[in-house]
Protein backbone atom coordinates (compact mmCIF):
# COMPACT_ATOMS: atom_id res chain seq x y z
CA UNK A 1 0.00 0.00 0.00
CA UNK A 2 2.65 2.42 1.00
CA UNK A 3 4.28 1.61 -2.37
CA UNK A 4 1.21 2.78 -4.39
CA UNK A 5 0.97 6.54 -1.92
CA UNK A 6 4.52 6.35 -2.84
CA UNK A 7 3.83 6.69 -6.62
CA UNK A 8 0.58 8.99 -6.45
CA UNK A 9 1.75 11.43 -3.07
CA UNK A 10 3.70 13.65 -5.56
CA UNK A 11 0.59 14.32 -8.10
CA UNK A 12 -1.70 14.11 -5.14
CA UNK A 13 0.12 17.26 -2.98
CA UNK A 14 0.47 19.22 -6.34
CA UNK A 15 -2.88 19.23 -6.92
CA UNK A 16 -4.43 19.82 -2.95
CA UNK A 17 -1.82 22.73 -2.94
CA UNK A 18 -3.13 24.27 -6.57
CA UNK A 19 -7.04 23.88 -5.06
CA UNK A 20 -5.60 25.88 -1.38
CA UNK A 21 -4.68 28.59 -3.89
CA UNK A 22 -7.38 28.84 -5.84
CA UNK A 23 -10.30 28.41 -2.90
CA UNK A 24 -8.79 30.25 -0.77
CA UNK A 25 -9.98 28.04 1.79
CA UNK A 26 -8.61 26.82 5.50
CA UNK A 27 -9.86 23.83 5.52
CA UNK A 28 -7.78 22.77 2.00
CA UNK A 29 -4.68 24.20 3.48
CA UNK A 30 -5.34 22.35 6.72
CA UNK A 31 -5.94 19.01 4.61
CA UNK A 32 -2.62 19.82 2.55
CA UNK A 33 -0.53 20.25 5.85
CA UNK A 34 -2.22 17.34 7.83
CA UNK A 35 -1.73 15.41 4.30
CA UNK A 36 2.53 16.25 4.48
CA UNK A 37 2.59 15.51 8.27
CA UNK A 38 1.54 12.11 8.09
CA UNK A 39 3.67 11.08 5.34
CA UNK A 40 6.87 12.76 5.58
CA UNK A 41 8.28 10.70 8.37
CA UNK A 42 6.99 7.25 6.95
CA UNK A 43 8.99 7.79 3.28
CA UNK A 44 12.11 9.39 5.16
CA UNK A 45 14.78 6.90 4.72
CA UNK A 46 17.27 6.03 7.59
CA UNK A 47 20.34 6.90 5.79
CA UNK A 48 20.88 10.98 4.08
CA UNK A 49 22.67 9.35 1.05
CA UNK A 50 19.15 7.99 -0.30
CA UNK A 51 16.73 11.02 0.77
CA UNK A 52 16.92 11.81 -2.75
CA UNK A 53 14.25 9.09 -3.02
CA UNK A 54 11.54 10.88 -0.61
CA UNK A 55 8.53 11.43 -3.09
CA UNK A 56 7.70 14.45 -1.32
CA UNK A 57 10.95 15.86 -3.21
CA UNK A 58 9.74 14.88 -6.35
CA UNK A 59 6.42 16.85 -5.73
CA UNK A 60 8.63 20.04 -5.28
CA UNK A 61 11.09 19.85 -8.43
CA UNK A 62 8.86 20.88 -11.15
CA UNK A 63 10.91 21.48 -14.09
CA UNK A 64 8.85 24.94 -14.27
CA UNK A 65 8.54 26.49 -11.07
CA UNK A 66 5.15 27.58 -10.64
CA UNK A 67 3.33 29.40 -7.74
CA UNK A 68 1.40 26.14 -6.64
CA UNK A 69 5.25 24.32 -6.31
CA UNK A 70 5.98 27.70 -3.88
CA UNK A 71 3.72 26.99 -2.04
CA UNK A 72 3.67 23.66 -1.69
CA UNK A 73 7.39 24.33 -1.06
CA UNK A 74 6.25 26.64 2.31
CA UNK A 75 4.22 24.42 3.80
CA UNK A 76 6.73 21.42 3.66
CA UNK A 77 9.47 23.28 4.99
CA UNK A 78 7.02 24.30 8.05
CA UNK A 79 6.27 20.91 8.64
CA UNK A 80 9.73 19.89 8.45
CA UNK A 81 10.83 22.73 10.99
CA UNK A 82 7.80 22.11 13.22
CA UNK A 83 8.48 18.30 13.32
CA UNK A 84 11.70 17.59 12.47
CA UNK A 85 14.13 20.31 13.66
CA UNK A 86 13.04 21.12 17.46
CA UNK A 87 15.84 20.98 19.70
CA UNK A 88 15.06 19.86 23.00
CA UNK A 89 17.65 21.95 24.83
CA UNK A 90 20.75 21.46 23.42
CA UNK A 91 19.73 17.59 22.60
CA UNK A 92 19.60 17.48 18.66
CA UNK A 93 15.87 16.03 16.92
CA UNK A 94 16.34 12.37 15.85
CA UNK A 95 17.34 11.76 12.24
CA UNK A 96 18.82 15.24 11.75
CA UNK A 97 21.32 14.11 9.51
CA UNK A 98 18.71 12.68 7.13
CA UNK A 99 16.46 15.82 7.13
CA UNK A 100 19.42 18.01 6.21
CA UNK A 101 20.08 15.99 3.39
CA UNK A 102 16.53 16.29 2.20
CA UNK A 103 16.63 19.82 2.38
CA UNK A 104 20.05 20.50 0.55
CA UNK A 105 18.02 18.15 -2.52
CA UNK A 106 15.65 20.38 -2.14
CA UNK A 107 17.57 23.18 -2.64
CA UNK A 108 19.95 21.54 -5.50
CA UNK A 109 17.26 20.14 -7.80
CA UNK A 110 15.16 23.18 -7.46
CA UNK A 111 18.50 25.51 -7.84
CA UNK A 112 16.02 28.30 -6.38
CA UNK A 113 16.03 29.74 -2.94
CA UNK A 114 12.28 30.88 -1.83
CA UNK A 115 12.39 33.84 0.02
CA UNK A 116 10.33 32.09 3.24
CA UNK A 117 13.53 29.92 3.40
CA UNK A 118 15.59 32.30 5.68
CA UNK A 119 12.42 32.87 7.88
CA UNK A 120 11.53 29.49 7.57
CA UNK A 121 14.85 27.20 7.58
CA UNK A 122 17.86 29.85 9.00
CA UNK A 123 17.53 29.26 12.59
CA UNK A 124 17.20 25.68 12.56
CA UNK A 125 19.98 25.69 10.38
CA UNK A 126 22.57 27.79 12.55
CA UNK A 127 21.64 25.78 15.77
CA UNK A 128 22.34 22.49 13.57
CA UNK A 129 25.44 24.23 12.85
CA UNK A 130 26.59 25.29 16.08
CA UNK A 131 25.13 22.53 18.77
CA UNK A 132 25.87 19.41 16.79
CA UNK A 133 29.41 18.05 16.49
CA UNK A 134 28.59 15.08 14.54
CA UNK A 135 30.95 16.02 11.30
CA UNK A 136 27.70 15.22 8.34
CA UNK A 137 25.53 17.44 10.34
CA UNK A 138 27.63 19.94 10.50
CA UNK A 139 28.51 19.39 6.56
CA UNK A 140 25.12 19.28 5.73
CA UNK A 141 23.90 21.86 7.22
CA UNK A 142 27.00 24.17 6.11
CA UNK A 143 25.86 23.53 2.70
CA UNK A 144 22.45 24.31 2.80
CA UNK A 145 23.53 27.59 3.84
CA UNK A 146 26.15 27.45 1.29
CA UNK A 147 22.75 27.01 -1.32
CA UNK A 148 20.63 29.86 0.74
CA UNK A 149 23.59 32.39 0.48
CA UNK A 150 24.44 31.68 -3.33
CA UNK A 151 20.80 31.53 -3.83
CA UNK A 152 20.69 35.15 -2.26
CA UNK A 153 23.51 36.22 -4.64
CA UNK A 154 22.25 35.01 -7.61
CA UNK A 155 19.28 37.54 -7.47
CA UNK A 156 20.71 40.30 -4.92
CA UNK A 157 17.64 42.65 -4.82
CA UNK A 158 15.05 39.84 -4.53
CA UNK A 159 13.08 38.96 -1.89
CA UNK A 160 15.42 35.77 -0.37
CA UNK A 161 18.17 38.43 -0.26
CA UNK A 162 16.37 41.20 1.98
CA UNK A 163 15.03 38.52 4.08
CA UNK A 164 18.18 36.80 4.72
CA UNK A 165 20.01 40.32 5.38
CA UNK A 166 17.09 41.01 7.45
CA UNK A 167 17.33 37.86 9.88
CA UNK A 168 21.14 37.94 9.90
CA UNK A 169 21.06 42.11 10.63
CA UNK A 170 18.29 43.05 12.84
CA UNK A 171 17.74 46.30 14.67
CA UNK A 172 16.81 44.88 17.82
CA UNK A 173 19.43 43.70 20.87
CA UNK A 174 17.51 40.43 20.70
CA UNK A 175 17.96 39.56 17.24
CA UNK A 176 21.39 42.05 17.12
CA UNK A 177 22.83 38.93 19.16
CA UNK A 178 21.20 36.26 16.83
CA UNK A 179 22.83 38.05 13.65
CA UNK A 180 26.27 37.99 15.36
CA UNK A 181 25.65 34.19 15.84
CA UNK A 182 24.56 33.46 12.51
CA UNK A 183 27.63 35.19 10.93
CA UNK A 184 30.17 33.47 13.39
CA UNK A 185 28.63 29.93 13.19
CA UNK A 186 29.22 30.16 9.61
CA UNK A 187 32.37 30.84 9.21
CA UNK A 188 33.75 29.08 11.77
CA UNK A 189 31.93 25.80 10.32
CA UNK A 190 33.50 27.01 6.73
CA UNK A 191 37.21 27.62 8.59
CA UNK A 192 37.29 24.30 10.70
CA UNK A 193 35.32 22.31 7.56
CA UNK A 194 38.64 21.99 5.64
CA UNK A 195 38.77 17.31 5.74
CA UNK A 196 35.01 17.66 4.80
CA UNK A 197 34.71 19.73 1.72
CA UNK A 198 37.06 18.45 -1.40
CA UNK A 199 39.62 21.11 -2.18
CA UNK A 200 38.18 22.59 -5.51
CA UNK A 201 34.48 23.15 -3.74
CA UNK A 202 35.73 23.74 -0.47
CA UNK A 203 38.27 27.03 -2.12
CA UNK A 204 34.75 28.29 -4.05
CA UNK A 205 32.97 28.00 -0.88
CA UNK A 206 35.53 29.70 1.12
CA UNK A 207 35.81 32.36 -1.34
CA UNK A 208 32.35 32.84 -1.51
CA UNK A 209 32.12 33.08 2.21
CA UNK A 210 34.51 36.03 1.79
CA UNK A 211 32.75 37.52 -0.79
CA UNK A 212 28.83 37.08 0.52
CA UNK A 213 28.58 36.50 3.66
CA UNK A 214 31.26 38.72 5.75
CA UNK A 215 29.89 40.66 8.38
CA UNK A 216 31.13 44.21 9.55
CA UNK A 217 30.18 45.97 12.92
CA UNK A 218 28.95 49.73 11.98
CA UNK A 219 28.63 52.56 14.57
CA UNK A 220 25.14 54.71 14.19
CA UNK A 221 24.88 56.51 16.77
CA UNK A 222 27.08 55.13 19.62
CA UNK A 223 28.29 51.52 20.97
CA UNK A 224 25.06 50.85 22.12
CA UNK A 225 23.28 50.85 18.76
CA UNK A 226 25.73 48.96 17.03
CA UNK A 227 24.16 46.38 14.59
CA UNK A 228 25.46 43.94 12.21
CA UNK A 229 25.53 44.29 8.54
CA UNK A 230 25.19 41.24 6.06
CA UNK A 231 27.30 42.26 2.42
CA UNK A 232 25.28 41.26 -0.58
Sequence with gaps: MLSAIRETLPLFLQGLSIISRQSQAAYVKQQLKTTIQQYFGRFLPNAPSVSGSHPMLLALCDSVPSPHTTNLRRTVMEVVRDGYLQFKGHAPPPRLATILSFIVDVFQRTKTIDAADADTLLPSLLKCLILVNEPQVKKLSTDALQHMVEGCLAVP???????????????????????????????????????????????????????????????????????????I
Design 157 to 231: QGDAATRLATNLSPRSPQRRSQGCFAQRSFVTSRSHDRDVIPGPSRNASLGTEAAVCTAERREDSGPSENSLYLK
